[in-house]
């Protein structure tokens, strides 16, 4: 009987990153701290679903769809809460006790811990995690993400076996796209795979997540005032988002997007090489400002007068 097909494989490029670990599955010799870095929409997380599916049920089936899916009884899920959005001591204790008190189903090959986006644990959680990995209970794989293996913190970093993930190629990634949303057709596809650099995950959200989606939209007008130097109608937009802070670091987060698709590719949304330079150094000195708390009105103001200004 042939073995089930690796859940890896579902992961779109990365041919040699997936050959490594279907290799250490194979010869019993997972690490059993796995740190998996990829920017964000790059599929660290997926990549860490389907490393997990594949550790548990090794043949495959429901249990491990549902590992995908983040619905499996053996998997712990922490993730930053709150506006700072670190990683609580709280969660991380909380998970101890789950591991050490709780039995495993008889259908798993363990029990799976992820940490997503581990450059948010601080240090008391960092202290508490770090007693779980100096002594992993047997069974127990720890699989952590983060945007970038230096911003987590040397004492969780040094206990892992990292690992990057790349995005795909944009031929692969605008693939992966009409994958998922047949409606979708071969035109919208490339652009989205163009703008998002290949990361299948952050293009999907911008089809997906209503507010990554009016974030774009208004991204791209947000460029057109910039192109035409239009700083009234740029302010009018921003103004929209004065008492909206999320939002706004939604469209700052998009606008540099943009700004940077039309930086490899002129006249990419409509944006010539200087606007789309002049747009995506105001948008990064707004989110700096907004990362300061600074007054979220003044910072908008000035975002407007920045982008659509005369060159």
């Known amino acids: 009987m042939s073995p089930a097909p690796a859940m890896l494989d579902r992961l779109v490029g990365n041919q040699a990153l997936k050959a490594d670990l279907k290799a250490a599955l194979a010869a019993d010799r997972l690490?059993?701290?796995?740190?998996?870095?990829?920017?964000?929409?790059?599929?660290?997380?997926?990549?860490?679903?389907?490393?997990?599916?594949?550790?548990?049920?090794?043949?495959?089936?429901?249990?491990?769809?549902?590992?995908?899916?983040?619905?499996?009884?053996?998997?712990?899920?922490?993730?930053?809460?709150?506006?700072?959005?670190?990683?609580?001591?709280?969660?991380?204790?909380?998970?101890?006790?789950?591991?050490?008190?709780?039995?495993?189903?008889?259908?798993?090959?363990?029990?799976?811990?992820?940490?997503?986006?581990?450059?948010?644990?601080?240090?008391?959680?960092?202290?508490?995690?770090?007693?779980?990995?100096?002594?992993?209970?047997?069974?127990?794989?720890?699989?952590?993400?983060?945007?970038?293996?230096?911003?987590?913190?040397?004492?969780?970093?040094?206990?892992?076996?990292?690992?990057?993930?790349?995005?795909?190629?944009?031929?692969?990634?605008?693939?992966?796209?009409?994958?998922?949303?047949?409606?979708?057709?071969?035109?919208?596809?490339?652009?989205?795979?163009?703008?998002?650099?290949?990361?299948?995950?952050?293009?999907?959200?911008?089809?997906?997540?209503?507010d990554i989606r009016a974030a774009a939209a208004a991204a791209a007008d947000l460029a057109r005032h910039a192109q035409t130097g239009d700083t009234y109608r740029a302010a009018a937009l921003l103004a929209k988002y004065e008492k909206d802070r999320p939002g706004v670091v939604r469209l700052l987060a998009q606008t540099r997007q943009l700004a940077s698709a039309a930086l490899r590719r002129p006249g990419f949304g409509g944006l010539d090489a200087p606007r789309a330079a002049r747009l995506a150094k105001a948008a990064g000195t707004a989110r700096a400002a907004v990362a300061a708390n600074a007054n979220l009105r003044l910072t908008l103001c000035l975002l407007a007068a920045d982008a659509a200004g005369a060159l």
């Open 31 to 210: 690490p059993h701290s796995i740190l998996l870095v990829g920017e964000a929409g790059c599929g660290a997380g997926f990549a860490a679903r389907c490393l997990a599916a594949d550790y548990l049920y090794p043949a495959g089936g429901p249990h491990a769809e549902g590992v995908l899916r983040g619905e499996d009884s053996e998997c712990i899920a922490i993730t930053g809460e709150g506006a700072s959005g670190q990683i609580k001591v709280e969660r991380i204790r909380d998970a101890r006790e789950r591991i050490a008190h709780s039995a495993l189903s008889a259908d798993a090959a363990g029990r799976v811990l992820f940490i997503y986006g581990a450059q948010d644990l601080n240090d008391a959680s960092a202290n508490a995690m770090l007693k779980i990995m100096e002594e992993p209970p047997a069974g127990v794989l720890f699989l952590l993400t983060a945007s970038s293996a230096a911003a987590v913190l040397p004492t969780i970093r040094s206990r892992c076996a990292a690992y990057a993930i790349a995005p795909p190629a944009e031929a692969e990634c605008a693939a992966a796209l009409r994958a998922a949303e047949p409606a979708l057709d071969e035109g919208r596809c490339a652009h989205l795979a163009f703008l998002y650099e290949g990361r299948i995950g952050a293009a999907l959200d911008a089809v997906r997540d209503p």
